[in-house]
């Protein structure tokens, strides 16, 4: 009997980090699980999971930033999932440098070790914001990069580089760039657990950023599965290609209040906060997803609703030690 594959996955402390790993472990293979180091030993998301999976998972703590960190993640390894990085939009007005140091450079160390270990498949992840505002709908990955945040830039520097990597090395790269992922562990930087966790702790009036804005809301297991579907698909379909995850569909962050208060059974009152508000030239105001081509490839497809999400996240919320996880009273960035 042949042993399990090995997949190493950066960012596996993260929010689709750790459902990656869950749905990686349930496909049956072994995971090397990056966290970055911290002095505390925190596995974050990691430490929630089931002791079955975690005899499936080797937890290593290390930093995409440093090279040997990636060099020892990556040996070995049948497959190596890329998900470090610095994600929230309104930390990057701040702190771009940390952007670039992490989603490019991290990036690169991710690349060049792969590139030295002759590892059979990397899969890179972006993101929609790349695309910045929708000018053509619904967007194809054939749509213009148009980077209106730093953390977009970043993500773009990213996916280039990856993109040269392919052509200049033949590194058996496939780009996975999901629209918005939505689910269980998600961070408050996000508008639907910022809306669930406040109305979890008790409050009715809800501070938020512009209700204006469209999103395509993918379930985060479908967002893993997609990432499984391209990372075992044959080469000839992925490799050297970048793939839309997204549902198709759309909804403006205010319709989107109103469908979370309905599924919580909660009247809300709903306020807007200026400083979670973006500058005006960096605001996406519509992204919705055209994931045609990686439904041809691979024949995934979303299989939850958006309403279906929501009900499993406000389950999450609703349970008294994942809310104890969460700061509900303050503006998370």
Do not use: C
Not at 197 to 204: H, L, P
Request: proline share 5%; no cysteine; hydrophobic share 40%.
């Amino acid at each position: 009997m042949n042993a399990p594959s090995l997949a190493a996955v950066t960012g596996a402390e993260g929010f689709i980090g750790s459902h990656l790993t869950e749905a990686l472990v349930a496909a049956g293979h072994r995971v090397r699980a990056m966290a970055q180091y911290n002095s505390f030993s925190s596995y974050g998301w990691l430490e929630t999971l089931s002791p079955a999976v975690l005899d499936q998972v080797e937890i290593v703590l290390g930093d995409v930033r440093d090279p040997g960190s990636v060099r020892h993640l990556v040996e070995g390894a049948d497959s190596v999932y890329h998900l470090a990085a610095l994600i929230a939009i309104p930390y990057s007005y701040r702190a771009p440098h940390s952007y670039v140091d992490t989603n490019v450079t991290g990036t690169l160390n991710v690349l060049e070790a792969v590139r030295a270990a002759g590892t059979p498949r990397l899969v890179h992840t972006s993101t929609s914001e790349t695309y910045g505002t929708a000018q053509t709908v619904p967007i194809t990955e054939d749509h213009p990069i148009n980077t209106q945040s730093p953390y977009a830039a970043s993500k773009a520097g990213g996916d280039r580089l990856a993109d040269s990597y392919h052509a200049s090395f033949d590194t058996p790269v496939v780009t996975l760039r999901p629209f918005n992922t939505f689910g269980p562990r998600q961070s408050m930087r996000a508008v639907i657990p910022t809306v669930i966790g406040q109305v979890a702790a008790g409050e009715r009036t809800i501070t938020l950023g512009d209700l204006r804005p469209t999103r395509d809301f993918t379930f985060v297991k479908d967002t893993a599965q997609a990432f499984l579907a391209v990372g075992s698909a044959p080469a000839e379909r992925v490799v050297g290609r970048t793939f839309n995850a997204g549902t198709g569909g759309e909804i403006s962050v205010g319709d989107l209040v109103a469908l979370i208060g309905k599924v919580m059974d909660t009247a809300l009152d709903v306020r807007e906060d200026t400083q979670r508000l973006r500058p005006a030239n960096s605001e996406v105001m519509r992204l919705v997803a055209d994931a045609g081509r990686l439904r041809a490839a691979t024949g995934w497809s979303p299989a939850h609703s958006l309403e279906e999400g929501l009900a499993q996240t406000v389950e999450f919320f609703r349970e008294p030690g994942n809310l104890a996880r969460y700061k509900t009273g303050i503006y998370n960035i």
